[in-house]
């Protein structure tokens, strides 16, 4: 099972996400977040020790990107037209297909990367 596997198994158990509609978008996020772990951190590979981090940014990132799905709104206790908060990032949901919002908002999660940066500093390399 590759890493991105682990991670998707990990983020479907935390949403309670029981089938695979979303998975393609799930999957989506989870590389993006991937790649902005390696860049951030200068490594190629994810360690193992950053599998649940890397889950737990996936999720954060899908909470305040996708907040209409109704799974991921059913998982912060919200209604799909209501707010939803991650840090000092609100977003408000409409009604209809997005709401306004943004597909992948690119400062969404170079901020939750930076939230993160606690705990992905120790696996952070120097760039010659």
């Not at 737990?56 to 209501?82: F, H, K, T, W, Y």
Request: with cysteine; aromatic share 6%; glycine share 8%.
């Amino acid at each position: 099972m590759t890493q991105e596997e682990q991670v998707l198994q990990i983020v479907k158990l935390r949403l309670s996400l029981a089938d695979d509609k979303n998975d393609a978008i799930v999957l989506s996020y989870i590389v993006e977040i991937g790649h902005r772990i390696r860049h951030y951190c200068n490594i190629t590979g994810i360690p193992d020790a950053l599998l649940y981090v890397w889950a737990s940014m996936v999720v954060d990132a899908l909470r305040v990107d996708l907040p209409n799905v109704d799974e991921i709104a059913d998982s912060i206790g919200v209604s799909a037209g209501a707010n939803v908060k991650v840090g000092d990032t609100s977003v408000s949901g409409g009604s209809g297909s997005g709401g306004g919002l943004t597909n992948t908002a690119k400062s969404v999660i170079d901020k939750i990367v930076f939230d993160y940066r606690a705990d992905l500093h120790r696996y952070r390399r120097l760039v010659w």
